[in-house]
Structures are given as C-alpha cells and as structure tokens.
C-alpha cells in the first residue's frame, strides 16, 4: 500500500517526540515545572495579564486550574477553573481569564461571573498550539486578582497559524 511507509515514520516520530517530552517532564524537579524562560513568557502571558489587570498585582491562591498533563490532541483540551469564594452580593468573582503561552492568540477565555452565578466555576474545552503554560486570572469584586498556572504537554497541536 503506498504511502504506508511514510505514515509508520512519522507515527515513529510522533511517539518519540512524546516519549521524551514525558520523560522530560517527569525527570524534572517540580519547581523547574512552574518557572519558564523570562522571554517565552514576557513574550506572550506577561503584557496580556497586565494589560487585562491594568497593572495591578495577580497573586496566586483562591484559583484552581485544572488541565490534563497530557493531552493526545489539542484541539480539544478539557479545562476545569474554580475559584474559592462565597458568591454572594458583597464578595463575588467578576470574571475568569485564561492565557495561553503559546497559541496565536494568548488571551484563550473569558468568562464573566456575578453573585447570581451560584458558584466561581467553569468546565469547558480550549485549544491548544502545542506544549505550554496555561494561566486562569480570577477578577474578584474587591478589585484583586488571583491565578493559578497549568502545563499541558500536548502531542498533536492545534492552533497553527500556517508557519
């Protein structure tokens, strides 16, 4: 059957390119998983952030981002973001942001949210260009910002821009 050859090859290539990610992955300590290179991340997440807080401090706590570590297609990544607050009139979360290291356009999400909401917390799908960093940014109603951060190893990226 023609082509089979070059199908199998590039199968190869793809499972070793996943083999070792993982092992990269699992080899490293787990502070080295929460700190990237300053540029891949001034590059996209920073100013997207601070353009969205307006300069304001985002502190980590009160947000769980919940993403697969591994995930076998990026078009359609299941995310999970909950936010620890009592939803009510005086003290509620206005909004979820989520960014993207990566993908073309680094804002991915945003969710707006009331005390009517019932409770700070979203499931959905996201796509994914590759392997990267994600980061959900919670508005709470006191005007102060909250995050939490996830890498998703992604093995078939989605997203791509056609370079």
Same mark, same amino acid.
């Given at each position: 059957m023609p082509g089979a050859d070059s199908f199998n090859a590039r199968v190869d290539r793809l499972r070793r390119r996943f083999l070792a990610r993982a092992v990269a992955v699992a080899a490293a300590p787990l502070p080295l998983l929460f700190t990237r290179s300053a540029s891949a991340q001034d590059d996209?997440?920073?100013?997207a952030i601070r353009e969205f807080t307006k300069g304001a401090a985002v502190r980590r706590?009160?947000?769980?981002l919940e993403l697969?570590?591994?995930a076998d297609n990026g078009n359609s990544v299941a995310l999970k973001v909950s936010v620890s607050s009592p939803m009510t009139a005086a003290d509620f979360v206005r909004g979820i942001h989520l960014f993207s290291e990566k993908n073309p356009r680094p804002v991915i999400a945003r969710f707006f949210l009331g005390p009517q909401s019932g409770r700070a917390e979203v499931n959905t799908r996201?796509? &994914?260009a590759g392997t990267q960093r994600v980061v959900a940014v919670a508005e709470?109603? !006191?005007g102060s910002f909250w995050s !939490?951060?996830? !890498?998703?190893?992604? =093995? &078939?990226?989605?997203? &791509? !821009?056609? =370079?």
């Open positions: 996209t997440i920073v100013p706590g009160r947000v769980k697969p570590r591994l996201i796509r &994914l709470l109603s !006191d !939490d951060v996830a !890498d998703v190893s992604v =093995t &078939l990226s989605a997203c &791509l !821009d056609g =370079t």
